[in-house]
């Protein structure tokens, strides 16, 4: 009896690639505009029209608004907000706020997906080890995007990264339970999901042209979180701060490609 061969990770082909890289470029654009405009007063709902008229400008639709009804072209998460925060005029930002901005933007019916953590003013040193050990575990996740591997080895990657990081800095960081990247192409959210942490060797194969949103959240506290009453807020259950960083990243012969990249 033969073995049976794992399934690709969902693959574009060079031109598709090259279109969801337009779409990419456009988000970094909106991200970059962003983080320029987070500043102590201004609220989230500004910065969402920012990313929102920087998206339509350049000829894309914003992935998120809409989307499952969602109201913004940003999710705007805040110090102990994972992820999906809604952009709103009671959400100001202050001096030493952790903010987690992540966009979308569509080209030609293809996606782009990003997510960047960074500080109104200084952050505390806490934070600052935080936000560090997020990008360096996405940036090990992107590493791992070569031809041959299995999805769980960038799991693995990212959970060894994070490990590495709590060595280097003489503390523990949270990878938040339940939550990771996923496919990307024609939809924004496509199977296989990707877990932050894992054993390596397992799952579908990369194959040049596979696509995924690599993505980890790290919090200085607990793994667990709850959903707020709006049904998108995700926050930690014991109040610590959390941090998400993410590419849309493709396999190629040359090394991984990131998409969502940022001028």
């Given amino acids: 009896?033969?073995?049976?061969?794992?399934?690709?990770?969902?693959?574009?082909?060079?031109?598709?690639?090259?279109?969801?890289?337009?779409?990419?470029?456009?988000?970094?654009?909106a991200l970059v505009a962003v983080r320029a405009a987070a500043v102590v007063g201004v609220s989230t709902l500004e910065l969402d029209a920012i990313a929102e008229t920087v998206i339509r400008d350049a000829g894309a639709?914003?992935?998120?608004?809409?989307?499952?009804?969602?109201?913004?072209?940003?999710?705007?998460?805040?110090?102990?907000?994972?992820?999906?925060g809604i952009p709103n005029r009671e959400t100001v930002l202050a001096p030493g706020d952790l903010v987690s901005i992540d966009c979308g933007a569509i080209v030609?019916?293809?996606?782009?997906?990003?997510?960047?953590?960074?500080?109104?003013?200084?952050?505390?040193a806490d934070d600052n080890d935080l936000n560090e050990a997020t990008r360096i575990a996405m940036e090990a996740g992107i590493a791992a995007m070569v031809p041959g591997n299995r999805l769980s080895d960038v799991s693995y990657a990212i959970e060894t990264a994070t490990r590495a990081q709590e060595k280097q800095r003489g503390r523990s960081f949270g990878i938040v339970a339940g939550y990771g990247g996923?496919?990307?192409?024609?939809?924004?959210?496509?199977?296989?999901?990707?877990?932050?942490?894992?054993?390596?060797?397992?799952?579908?194969?990369?194959?040049?042209?596979?696509?995924l949103a690599i993505e980890p959240m790290?919090?200085?506290?607990?793994?667990?979180?709850?959903?707020?009453?709006?049904?998108?807020?995700?926050?930690?259950?014991?109040?610590?701060?959390?941090?998400?960083?993410?590419?849309?990243?493709?396999?190629?012969?040359?090394?991984?490609?990131?998409?969502t990249t940022r001028p």
């Avoid at 989307?67 to 992820?83: E, R």
């Fill in 1 to 29: 009896m033969g073995l049976r061969r794992p399934k690709p990770v969902p693959f574009r082909t060079a031109d598709e690639l090259d279109v969801m890289a337009a779409a990419g470029a456009i988000v970094g654009q």
């Fill in 182 to 211: 996923h496919g990307i192409g024609q939809q924004m959210h496509l199977e296989p999901f990707l877990p932050n942490e894992g054993k390596p060797g397992k799952g579908p194969t990369l194959v040049v042209g596979s696509t």
């Fill in 61 to 84: 639709v914003p992935s998120f608004k809409g989307y499952h009804g969602f109201p913004g072209s940003i999710c705007s998460s805040v110090n102990d907000v994972v992820v999906h």
């Fill in 108 to 124: 030609d019916g293809w996606h782009g997906d990003s997510a960047w953590t960074f500080g109104v003013g200084e952050l505390s």
């Fill in 218 to 259: 790290l919090t200085l506290g607990t793994v667990e979180t709850s959903v707020l009453d709006d049904d998108w807020t995700i926050v930690t259950d014991d109040g610590s701060r959390a941090s998400h960083w993410e590419h849309t990243v493709a396999v190629t012969d040359n090394g991984p490609r990131i998409l």
